[in-house]
């Protein structure tokens, strides 16, 4: 009971606003404390019951979202947060264990790298669900999340386990007079790299020189997810129109954004150009919105061979000032057993299970859109706002802007401000303004 109580300390650390987001930097230590006295399997134990009920907390809100954006039922989605909490809250065990190998009693410094490398390198590379990092709820405090923009999630995580470490191989009885230097030298690291943090954050504050400015009309969507005929968008044109007709009518804007899932239907893309069924695409949208800035917003996209298979893709669709289509980025992460069947090639079965799941193609490029005043857009669709690598590499391809449309319609209202969380981190990371329309979330 005491790891598990333990490890919902842990994650009701990552809720948004948590009066806890402090906590990841000391309640590790514990764990680390009780594992280099126990055996590798007795540690194991701990962990595991400490990482379960962690992932049981930050994922709450799983069971109603995984209902709707599966079309399982309850209890099956109920079924599957317990089997993702237990699968993710391995990780803590794998933490622990190894921890067990290298107590103090064998050197103070060999216990802290020991325990500080698992630590980073499961943060990084154990499959999750999320791609969910020890440091992302650091966002509440901006000097220390700037760490992320020297050296990316891994930096935080260095940081957030050396504190964890250093702290628990103080505490320990074993390692002689040098058991407090881990975690001194820890300390000394997390002041220098936030005196560094304050300095950044006033340097952007200051800097005259920077990416183009533009206004821009974010509008917020607030439709049901989707309608069930697979791949295909609800959408709503009507109200977007209006909606961004209206935020016009305050003053110009040189960019429109609406959310991921806007477009209703589906957009043929050919050689001879966009269509929506025997309209064109810009004849559709500007039916609906008079021409004016350019807008960027969501849709199912599908192109292949004439007379042969069509694949269809998650796209961000820019259309200029006429309402043409002008240039386009598919996504390139796509969320497993929601827009692909993990092996659905080989074990085509599995999708009885998950009936709601689409068969969607994998975009391809860095995802950069030319913009108004010749500007560059990284596009982040939905969950690729979570992948670290995806806006950095938009960041190295000379992105001036970050840009994230989503549809969080599926999600709880704590799952939406979770989203959101990540996208935050995304824009310390890469140094980059960054912009989000939701339709049913954070915008």
């Given at each position: 009971m005491l790891w598990a109580a333990l490890g919902s300390v842990f994650g009701l650390a990552y809720l948004v606003d948590s009066p806890l987001a402090w906590a990841p930097w000391v309640v590790i230590a514990p764990l680390l404390h009780a594992a280099w006295r126990l055996t590798p399997g007795g540690a194991f134990w701990r962990g595991w019951a400490y990482g379960t009920a962690a992932w049981a907390v930050g994922m709450h809100w799983f069971p109603p979202t995984v209902a709707l954006f599966l079309g399982v039922s309850p209890f099956a989605a109920a079924l599957l947060y317990i089997a993702a909490c237990l699968a993710c809250g391995l990780g803590f065990g794998v933490l622990a264990a190894v921890a067990a190998l290298a107590p103090p009693a064998g050197g103070a410094w060999r216990a802290w790298l020991t325990a500080v490398a698992a630590a980073v390198c499961l943060d990084a590379w154990f499959p999750e669900l999320w791609e969910w990092y020890l440091g992302t709820g650091q966002v509440a405090y901006p000097v220390l999340a700037q760490a992320a923009a020297f050296?990316?999630?891994?930096?935080?995580?260095?940081?957030?386990?050396?504190?964890?470490?250093?702290?628990?191989?103080?505490?320990?009885?074993?390692?002689?007079?040098?058991?407090?230097?881990?975690?001194?030298?820890?300390?000394?690291?997390?002041?220098?790299?936030?005196?560094?943090?304050?300095?950044?954050?006033?340097?952007?504050?200051?800097?005259?020189?920077?990416?183009?400015?533009?206004?821009?009309?974010?509008?917020?969507?607030?439709?049901?997810?989707?309608?069930r005929e697979p791949e295909s968008n609800i959408g709503d044109l009507p109200g977007y129109s209006e909606k961004t007709a209206a935020a016009l009518a305050e003053g110009p804007a040189d960019l429109v954004v609406w959310p991921e899932s806007a477009f209703p239907g589906r957009v043929t893309l050919e050689p001879s150009g966009a269509w929506v069924g025997e309209r064109p695409f810009g004849a559709v949208l500007g039916a609906e919105l008079p021409p004016g800035p350019p807008v960027l917003l969501g849709g199912i996209t599908e192109r292949g061979p004439v007379g042969g298979r069509q694949t269809r893709y998650n796209t961000a669709l820019y259309a200029d000032g006429g309402r043409n289509l002008v240039a386009w980025v598919d996504k390139v992460y796509l969320i497993p057993f929601g827009e692909f069947m993990p092996l659905g090639r080989v074990a085509p079965w599995l999708r009885k299970f998950s009936p709601g799941t689409w068969r969607l193609g994998r975009g391809r490029g860095p995802g950069l859109l030319t913009g108004p005043q010749d500007s560059r857009l990284g596009t982040l669709i939905c969950y690729e706002d979570m992948v670290p690598a995806r806006a950095r590499r938009m960041a190295l391809a000379g992105a001036d802007f970050l840009v994230n449309i989503t549809n969080d319609a599926w999600f709880t209202p704590a799952a939406r401000e979770s989203h959101f969380l990540f996208s935050r981190l995304r824009a310390v990371e890469t140094g980059l303004p960054s912009v989000r329309a939701a339709n049913g979330g954070v915008t």
């Open positions: 050296g990316g999630p891994a930096a935080l995580s260095w940081l957030i386990a050396g504190v964890n470490a250093g702290l628990a191989a103080a505490l320990s009885p074993a390692g002689g007079e040098t058991r407090v230097r881990p975690l001194l030298a820890s300390l000394a690291v997390l002041g220098l790299v936030s005196a560094a943090g304050a300095v950044r954050l006033a340097h952007l504050a200051s800097e005259e020189k920077g990416p183009p400015a533009l206004r821009v009309v974010l509008v917020q969507g607030e439709r049901p997810p989707r309608l």
